[in-house]
């Protein structure tokens, strides 16, 4: 059964100081690992899709990065816009849907 | 201006109402999505269509209903059988590009039981 696990459950970060989410996943074949931002009350946004192992992305403060059983996203001086509940998503082989961790809540305090 | 709305923002159930969510997309996009989010749990996949006229169960689909009769349109009833159905409801969407797959999602829908 795939399966994802993301760690931590919840982080809060002081303005500046960088850190990183993990998403560890077990899955038949990967065809793709994605990454969501997902504010309260609102729908989850797309920021990453990474496919394979040793692949990095990057869009603003955030990097996302790939091995072959776990991902990292990676935020560099975060703000307090930054703070939102980061999910994990994986796509196994075969057109199969997606399988989504439980997320990481991100608080940055000014 | 495109993208994926749902409606209501918010619903309201009384005992033993079924209740219609609805999702639209004019993104032209083939595949459809809904699922349920609840606190602490993550999404979890109620169902899902890649093509008009047909969808699939996810892990989660007993006590909804689903129909695609248009591309654009892919409306979710929760039933009087679903009986914890207080939750946040998302739909979503997704392209293929260079054989390579993209899920977009809605605003959500709360559904709340009076």
């Known amino acids: 059964e795939d399966q994802v696990t993301q760690s931590p459950e919840a982080l809060r970060l002081q303005e500046g100081e960088s850190s990183s989410l993990n998403c560890s996943y077990t899955?038949?074949?990967?065809?793709?690992l994605f990454w969501y931002r997902q504010d309260p009350g609102k729908g989850p946004e797309f920021l990453f899709t990474l496919y394979s192992a040793g692949e990095e992305k990057e869009k603003e403060r955030l990097k996302a990065t790939l091995t072959k059983k776990e991902s990292f996203l990676h935020i560099t001086a975060p703000k307090p816009e930054d703070s939102a509940t980061y999910l994990c998503?994986?796509?196994?082989?075969?057109?199969?849907?997606?399988?989504f961790g439980k997320g990481t809540r991100l608080s940055v305090i000014a | 201006d495109g993208g994926i709305t749902q409606s209501p923002k918010y619903l309201f159930r009384k005992e033993g109402q079924n209740v219609t969510l609805s999702c639209e997309q004019n993104?032209?996009?083939?595949?459809m999505y809904w699922y349920r989010q609840d606190p602490g749990q993550g999404l979890r996949l109620i169902y899902y269509?890649?093509?008009?006229?047909?969808?699939q169960k996810g892990d989660i689909a007993e006590g909804y209903s689903v129909s695609r009769e248009k591309k654009e349109s892919f409306p979710l009833t929760v039933t009087s059988a679903q009986k914890n159905p207080t939750a946040f409801y998302l739909c979503?969407?997704?392209?293929?590009?260079?054989?390579?797959?993209?899920?977009?999602f809605g605003p959500g829908t709360r559904l709340l039981v009076l």
């Open positions: 899955v038949s074949g990967l065809r793709g």
């Open positions: 979503a969407s997704s392209s293929w590009r260079g054989g390579q797959e993209t899920q977009y």
């Open positions: 993104l032209n996009h083939d595949a």
């Open positions: 998503a994986v796509q196994a082989a075969g057109n199969t849907p997606l399988v």
């Open positions: 269509s890649q093509i008009v006229n047909d969808f």
